[in-house]
């Protein structure tokens, strides 16, 4: 498991009371859409047009990770079926963050369409990240770097996976990468608030400053001449995905130290990203595993 149980990627703020009852009332900075009347329990209706996922999220465990995170205290907006607020109270699961109880349809009026909310959504900002140094300085270990990765599921698949191996964090390009919430946050299953991200301008530099502070970069080409077993070594090691399609685009692929390839006996070439970075992190878990 990785040593980062909880992110704190967000300065604390002051804490909210806890209230089982409904409140319409909005938070600092929030203005909440009209509210409908029509009787019983009711959530602010979506905006008209595109909905803004990046301000969610959603899910039992992406929102209950999200509420143990200490840089959540004090922020966002928790609305949450009758049930799950019974569960939240019963588990004391709140961490200081004031309940409001809504029946499913208002909420799933929140969300994109499609959305699978379990009776539990939290609105607030997505978190800042971390420096890359904070991540790189003690050189050991695996660190993820995704170049140019947009899709939100694989991106959050990636994040679960790279938790479930024991990875350091996540460096991503500021400019070219999803938010982590929304269905980012969802197919990660949590895995968001607890391990570290770092956003950079320019993966390349990064690339530079990680070779400073120790690391080796692995990046994977299905074309490279050496397989991801001979590339491997107990050496720190920056796991570097490209796009499908893709790939690791050059001037990055240029500041790797090797390229490697996951050798497919099977002949079919086209592996999912997120299930050739689980494939990966499992042979650098395995690589540096003492002897």
Request: proline share 6%; glycine share 8%; with cysteine.
């Amino acid at each position: 498991m990785s040593s980062f149980s909880e992110r704190n990627d967000r300065k604390p703020g002051k804490k909210q009371s806890f209230h089982k009852r409904v409140e319409n009332r909005p938070e600092k900075g929030w203005s909440p859409a009209p509210t409908s009347h029509s009787g019983g329990d009711s959530a602010p209706r979506a905006p008209r047009g595109k909905v803004e996922a990046d301000n969610f999220v959603w899910g039992r465990h992406p929102v209950l990770a999200a509420l143990a995170n200490p840089a959540r205290r004090g922020m966002g907006r928790l609305m949450v079926t009758e049930d799950r607020a019974a569960e939240i109270e019963r588990e004391n699961l709140a961490n200081g963050h004031r309940i409001e109880v809504f029946d499913s349809p208002a909420l799933a009026r929140l969300l994109p369409s499609g959305a699978v909310h379990q009776g539990m959504v939290f609105k607030v900002q997505p978190l800042e990240g971390v420096s890359l140094e904070e991540i790189a300085e003690d050189a050991r270990g695996v660190i993820v770097m995704l170049d140019q990765l947009t899709d939100p599921q694989n991106v959050g698949a990636i994040f679960r996976s790279a938790l479930a191996f024991g990875a350091k964090g996540i460096v991503v390009q500021d400019r070219h990468s999803p938010a982590l919430a929304g269905a980012l946050a969802k197919a990660a299953a949590g895995a968001t608030e607890r391990l570290p991200c770092a956003r950079v301008t320019n993966l390349s530099r990064a690339l530079e400053k990680l070779a400073d502070l120790g690391w080796r970069a692995v990046g994977l080409d299905g074309s490279a001449e050496l397989t991801l077993e001979q590339a491997l070594d107990t050496r720190p090691t920056v796991l570097v995905m490209g796009s499908e399609g893709d790939g690791v685009r050059r001037l990055v692929a240029e500041h790797c130290d090797v390229m490697a390839k996951i050798p497919m006996p099977g002949g079919f070439e086209s592996l999912n990203v997120s299930n050739a970075a689980a494939v990966a992190l499992y042979e650098v878990a395995r690589a540096q595993r003492p002897a």
